[in-house]
């Protein structure tokens, strides 16, 4: 069975432009988790999407967006890029079943804003 | 609001010494618990996890039990091996709009032969 995938992998942006990060949850599962990992330690959240729904979100400006699509597939988009940016963005999904089952993650993709 | 506290790394260790990593949390009512594993260049990997009071949750000879009247978690292994270098992060979810993890800021582990 597939695991979380990602795309890109690696991602090269201006500052100012726009990047959208995608990933596809494992079959099965509704909920998708967004986070930011800057500097190879330490995972912010970002955003959650359960059911095409946003449930919650991180502390993160405004042009930190995405959605969740009806096959349950999301996209995280980042507007107005500033070098800050520069990380690695995982994705992560879990089963329906409460906070008692674990989110499965993605290997990331690495956005750099130069 | 709900927060997770480890240790600060980076922990070096001989091979086959014992590995402690402490975890305390902060919870509006009551947190499932979760230690993941990052090695180098990849995605975080469920390593244990606990969901209620004085369960212990084990694998690949790591070791946490959730203590409610502590509010901890701490990671152990008897004898870790250089394959266990890696930064490990402590997590927690509760129920509701909190649902997401929350995780601590990790800790970075090298085992030297």
């Known amino acids: 069975e597939a695991g979380v995938t990602q795309s890109p992998t690696h991602l090269i942006k201006t500052r100012g432009q726009q990047a959208t990060l995608r990933c596809s949850p494992i079959s099965g599962h509704t909920s998708v988790y967004w986070y930011q990992q800057a500097l190879g330690l330490g995972l912010q959240f970002l955003l959650w999407?359960?059911?095409?729904?946003?449930?919650n979100r991180g502390n993160f400006p405004p042009r930190f967006s995405g959605r969740q699509f009806p096959n349950y597939s999301s996209e995280l988009n980042v507007n107005a890029l500033e070098l800050e940016d520069s990380a690695l963005y995982l994705c992560?999904?879990?089963?329906?079943?409460?906070?008692?089952?674990?989110?499965?993650f993605g290997q990331g993709t690495r956005l750099t804003v130069v | 609001g709900n927060s997770v506290t480890q240790m600060e790394g980076p922990v070096t260790l001989s091979e086959e010494a014992f590995l402690t990593i402490n975890c305390t949390y902060t919870?509006?009512?009551?947190?499932?618990l979760f230690w993941y594993v990052q090695y180098p260049g990849e995605g975080l990997q469920l390593l244990l996890k606990?969901?209620?009071?004085?369960d212990k949750g084990s694998n690949k000879g790591f070791e946490a039990t959730y203590r409610k009247e502590t509010t901890s978690f701490h990671l152990e292994k008897g004898s870790v091996q250089v394959s266990d270098s890696a930064v490990y992060f402590c997590?927690?979810?509760?129920?509701?709009?909190?649902?997401?993890?929350?995780f601590g800021k990790g800790t970075k582990l090298s085992v030297k032969p």
């Open positions: 992560a999904s879990s089963s329906p079943g409460g906070i008692n089952t674990e989110a499965f």
């Open positions: 997590a927690l979810r509760v129920g509701g709009s909190q649902g997401n993890l929350i």
């Open positions: 919870a509006t009512g009551y947190p499932s």
């Open positions: 606990a969901t209620k009071a004085d």
């Open positions: 999407y359960d059911e095409g729904e946003e449930r």
